[in-house]
């Protein structure tokens, strides 16, 4: 198999281009809630109702146009600021599939309200199962937060120390946070949206096709695509597309909700920002769970 390394490097930089503007919208807005939300403004918000509070997480993504790379710096300080993990891991895993933007794509696509639906409804559901899910399978007295990642400069809540704050505002320093999450972050998306690009280019499509004609197959092979392609939320319904004539709806639900909950990209700046250990636990669960949804739809269908 010949490397097509126009292709590659082409393929490379348009998923850069696609991604900048929202990693950067995602290390403002994760500047921003460590500097001027506090565990009493949380509180306040967040219901004492667990179930509300997982409902609300799940579903506030219709709200927010914030696509899977940008939301994991958000949810990063969220943790941080002592939000539940289940709550925090809902909202990171429901946002990118709920976004108004993702919706309206998905369904301009297919102009089929039935996949719109699947992916809403299945993206809701399976994003509070698998948040709890976690949730259980974490230690509760366990810092989940990679601390390597942090900034020597930065106090134990995030923010810079109190001698900083007495020469620059707090917009500045927002600012300067926010630059260095975006560098932090923009590193490992770099190095991930490399490894996707060569996968992207050097998958044989026919070969998937003739292989995926099991059910339980083409949902592993649909799966798997979702995960090495690392495309962005905003724009996979078109790739899932093309492949609707060859592989069935519980497979093609299987590409577009895995896809914006956990792909190459995600995995590794999650496990930049997180422990070995949740990294691990998160990607297990998320990947069990929407195999088993797949294998349920597929059932039912």
């Given at each position: 198999?010949?490397?097509?390394?126009?292709?590659?490097i082409i393929?490379?930089?348009?998923m850069?281009?696609?991604g900048?503007?929202f990693?950067?919208?995602?290390?403002?807005?994760?500047?921003?809630i460590q500097?001027?939300?506090?565990?009493e403004?949380?509180e306040?918000?967040?219901p004492?109702?667990n179930i509300?509070?997982?409902?609300?997480?799940?579903?506030?993504g219709i709200?927010m146009p914030?696509?899977?790379?940008?939301?994991?710096?958000?949810?990063?300080?969220?943790?941080?600021?002592?939000?539940p993990?289940k709550?925090?891991?809902?909202?990171m895993l429901?946002?990118p599939?709920l976004?108004?933007?993702?919706?309206?794509s998905?369904y301009y696509a297919?102009?089929?309200?039935?996949i719109?639906?699947?992916r809403?409804?299945?993206?809701?559901i399976?994003?509070?199962?698998?948040g709890v899910l976690?949730?259980?399978?974490v230690?509760?007295?366990?810092?989940i937060v990679?601390?390597k990642?942090?900034?020597s400069?930065?106090?134990?809540?995030?923010?810079?120390t109190i001698?900083?704050?007495?020469?620059?505002?707090k917009?500045?320093i927002c600012?300067?946070?926010?630059?260095?999450e975006f560098l932090?972050?923009l590193?490992?998306?770099?190095?991930?949206s490399f490894?996707?690009?060569?996968?992207?280019?050097?998958?044989?499509e026919?070969?998937?096709i003739?292989?995926?004609?099991?059910?339980f197959?083409s949902i592993i092979?649909?799966?798997l695509m979702?995960?090495?392609?690392s495309?962005?939320s905003?724009?996979?319904a078109?790739?899932a597309?093309e492949?609707l004539?060859?592989?069935?709806?519980?497979a093609?639900?299987?590409?577009l909700?895995?896809?914006?909950?956990?792909?190459?990209?995600?995995?590794?700046i999650?496990?930049?920002y997180?422990?070995?250990?949740f990294?691990?636990k998160?990607?297990?669960?998320i990947i069990?769970?929407?195999?088993s949804?797949s294998?349920?739809?597929?059932a039912?269908m």
């Open positions: 198999m010949l490397i097509n390394l126009d292709k590659i393929t490379f930089i348009n850069i281009l696609e900048l503007p990693l950067l919208i995602g290390s403002i807005v994760s500047a921003a500097l001027f939300v506090t565990e403004m949380i306040k918000v967040l004492q109702n509300i509070s997982l409902l609300i997480a799940s579903t506030i709200l914030i696509c899977e790379c940008a939301i994991i710096p958000v949810t990063k300080s969220l943790i941080r600021k002592n939000v993990i709550i925090a891991i809902t909202f429901s946002v599939i976004n108004p933007i993702v919706i309206m998905t297919f102009n089929d309200m039935k719109v639906l699947i809403f409804i299945g993206g809701i399976l994003s509070i199962i698998i976690v949730d259980l399978l230690s509760k007295n366990k810092d990679n601390r990642t942090e900034y400069d930065l106090c134990e809540c995030g923010c810079l001698d900083y704050f007495t020469r620059k505002s917009i500045r600012l300067e946070h926010s630059i260095r932090n972050i590193k490992y998306y770099i190095y991930a490894l996707s690009s060569i996968f992207i280019c050097l998958i044989d026919n070969m998937l003739k292989i995926g004609k099991g059910k197959i092979i649909m799966m979702a995960f090495l392609f495309l962005c905003e724009a996979d078109f790739v597309k492949f004539k060859h592989f069935n709806i519980p093609i639900s299987a590409f909700i895995l896809g914006p909950m956990m792909d190459l990209k995600n995995a590794v999650i496990s930049s997180f422990k070995k250990e990294t691990i998160l990607i297990g669960a069990i769970c929407i195999l949804f294998l349920l739809l597929s039912i």
